[in-house]
């Protein structure tokens, strides 16, 4: 008999590689927005505000826009790893 896809994605094994993906991927998915958010507002620190120029505010408001929807999306991701580590980890002892 032949596994279908939800089947497959059921087991035990593949969901702890799955979790252990989003493990891995954790820090790239918090510590580049937050860089590219700050070479942003870098930028638009020393040359648009320090120089007066009104041509580099569409860099904060992407900057902004980009430290905001990070905080959004990982607070919640970062909370369902713990809760899935502490399960995890209760369900071992």
């Known amino acids: 008999m032949e596994k279908n896809g ?21 820090p790239l998915l918090i510590i580049l927005p937050l860089v590219v958010a700050g070479l942003l507002i870098n930028d638009w ?4 505000f320090s120089k007066g120029v ?3 505010e569409c860099e904060l408001m992407l900057a902004i826009i980009i430290l905001v929807s990070n905080i959004m ?6 909370r369902s790893l713990i809760q ?7 369900n071992k002892s």
């Open 45 to 48: 620190f020393s040359s648009g």
């Open 84 to 90: 899935f580590n502490k399960k995890r980890l209760f």
């Open 6 to 26: 939800e089947e497959y994605l059921k087991t035990e094994y593949n969901n702890l590689r799955i979790v252990r993906t989003e493990i891995l991927f954790t």
């Open 54 to 56: 009104p041509g580099y």
């Open 73 to 78: 999306f990982d607070i919640p991701f970062i």
